[in-house]
C-alpha cells in the first residue's frame, strides 16, 4: 500500500447472505458472497442474534483468503432500521448500537452491518462506519403528508445503492450531485423511486412497509379500504397480512416466484397471467416516475434505472416506453454497494467529508420506536 491509501473492510448483510469486500482506496482487491444454510439461520429467532456466527464467518473467511486485518484502516457497515437521518457517513457510537440491536425502525439483516462493523473495528483500534443506511431521510415534510393525521409517511428505501449511483451519473455529465435533478429507480425485491434534487432525495416511497409499485416480493400501494376490511375478516393473523405486503406480495403473490428471470420465462412459454402481472409491474414503476418527475416540476436531468430488474432488456422497454419523453433513461444494473461503501468511509478518512455523528439532532434522539 502506498501512503495515502487506506485498506477499509466493508460489509453488506442480507437475509441469507452476507457480501464483503476489502478495499484499497476506491479499489476492490476482495469481494465475497458468503452464503449461510437457511437453516443455519433459522435457528436464530432474531436477526440480532445472528450476530455471532456472521462475525465469526467473516473472520474466517479473510483468514482463509490470508487477508491481514491488521492491516485494516477502518471497517464500514451497511446501516439499518435506525432513527430517520439525512445521509452520509456517520460513526458507529453507542447509541447507533443500542437502536441496531433493538431494531429501532423494525427488523432488517442490515441492522448487523454496523454492529458487526464496530466490533471488529474496535478491536483494531481503528473506526467503524454506516453509509447511507436504509432509514435516510430528506423528505420534504409535504411529502411525509399522508391523508391520515397520526399516520406520517416515512422513508425507508434503497438509499446506498441510489446515492451512489445518482453520483455517479453526475460525474459522468460532469457536474457534482448537488448540481442534479435525478429520478432514481432501484429494481430490487423491492422498488423504490427517489425524487434527488439538487443532492437531496426529497420524496420516495417506502420500498418496505407497502407504498409505491408492487415489486418480486412486495405489495406495494394497495386499496386501503379492502386492505383494511381483509385485516378484519378474522380470516387472517397480523403477521399473515404483515406478509402479504412484504415477502408474498407482488411476483410471489399472483406467480408464486420472485425471480423476474423465471416469470420470462413463464411468459416466453405463453402464460398469459405472468404476462399482465409482469406488463402491471413496468405500469406501476412507470407511473410511480411520471409522479416523481412531477415533484420536480418537470425539470428532470434523467431518469435513472438500477438493481437486478435493470438487466432485462424487455422490463427497461416496457418501463422506458411510458416515460422516455420525461428525460433521457440512464440503465445501471445491479447494486455497487460494497464500492459505495468503501467510497463513503473514504471521503472521511481522506478529509473531504466529516463524519456524521448518530443521531444528528435533539428531535431525532426524542423520537420513539413504533416497533
Ligand atoms: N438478467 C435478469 N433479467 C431479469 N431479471 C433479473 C435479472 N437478473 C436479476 N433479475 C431480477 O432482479 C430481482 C432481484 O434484484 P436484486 O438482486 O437487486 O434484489 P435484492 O438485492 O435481493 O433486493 P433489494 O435490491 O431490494 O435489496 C429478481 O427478481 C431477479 O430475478
Ligand atoms: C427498501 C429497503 C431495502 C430493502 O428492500 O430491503
Known amino acids: 500500500m502506498q501512503v495515502n491509501e487506506f485498506r477499509i473492510l466493508v460489509l453488506n448483510p442480507g437475509s441469507t447472505s452476507t457480501k464483503i469486500g476489502v478495499f484499497d482506496n476506491e479499489r476492490s482487491i476482495f469481494e465475497k458472497t458468503l452464503r449461510h444454510d437457511i437453516d443455519k439461520i433459522n435457528q436464530y429467532s432474531t436477526i440480532i442474534d445472528q450476530y455471532e456466527f456472521r462475525k465469526q464467518t467473516i473472520l474466517e473467511t479473510l483468514d482463509e483468503e490470508g487477508i491481514n486485518i491488521s492491516k485494516l484502516n477502518a471497517v464500514c457497515g451497511r446501516g439499518g432500521l435506525l432513527r430517520p437521518i439525512e445521509g452520509g457517513t456517520y460513526t458507529v457510537n453507542n447509541q447507533m448500537l443500542e437502536d441496531l ?3 429501532f425502525a423494525g427488523q432488517h439483516a442490515s441492522n448487523l452491518g454496523g454492529i458487526i462493523a464496530y466490533e471488529i473495528a474496535s478491536g483494531l483500534n481503528i473506526p467503524a462506519y454506516i453509509v447511507d443506511p436504509v432509514v435516510v431521510d430528506e423528505m420534504e415534510e409535504i411529502a411525509k403528508v399522508s391523508g391520515i393525521p397520526s399516520i406520517k409517511r416515512r422513508s425507508i428505501f434503497h438509499a446506498l445503492n441510489q446515492k451512489a449511483v445518482a453520483r455517479r451519473v453526475a460525474s459522468e455529465f460532469n457536474k457534482k450531485y448537488e448540481e442534479m435533478n435525478l429520478v432514481v429507480t432501484h429494481m430490487g425485491g423491492g422498488i ?49 397480512m404483515m406478509k402479504k405486503l412484504v415477502g408474498q406480495g407482488g411476483l410471489v403473490g399472483y406467480l408464486g416466484t420472485n425471480d423476474a428471470v423465471e416469470v420470462e420465462k413463464m411468459i416466453e412459454a405463453g402464460d398469459e397471467k405472468a404476462a399482465l402481472i409482469y406488463a402491471a409491474m413496468a405500469y406501476q414503476i412507470a407511473k410511480e416516475i411520471g409522479c416523481a418527475s412531477a415533484v420536480l416540476k418537470g425539470k428532470v436531468d434523467a431518469i435513472v434505472l438500477t438493481g437486478g430488474l435493470a438487466y432485462s432488456k424487455k422490463f427497461i422497454q416496457d418501463i422506458s416506453s411510458y416515460i422516455d419523453w420525461i428525460a433521457d433513461v440512464l440503465v445501471i444494473p445491479g447494486e455497487n454497494e460494497l464500492q459505495a461503501l468503501a467510497e463513503g468511509a473514504l471521503r472521511v478518512l481522506k478529509n473531504e467529508e466529516k463524519a456524521k455523528s448518530y443521531p444528528n439532532t435533539k428531535q431525532e434522539l426524542a423520537l420513539e420506536s413504533q416497533f
Do not use: W
Open 192 to 240: 423504490t423511486i427517489g425524487v434527488h434534487k439538487q443532492g437531496r432525495v426529497i420524496d420516495v416511497n417506502n420500498g418496505l412497509h407497502g407504498d409505491g409499485p408492487f415489486s418480486p416480493e412486495r405489495a406495494g400501494t394497495v386499496p386501503a379500504g379492502d386492505l383494511v376490511s381483509m385485516c378484519y375478516s378474522g380470516d387472517f393473523f397480523r403477521e399473515e
Open 101 to 103: 440491536k433493538k431494531g
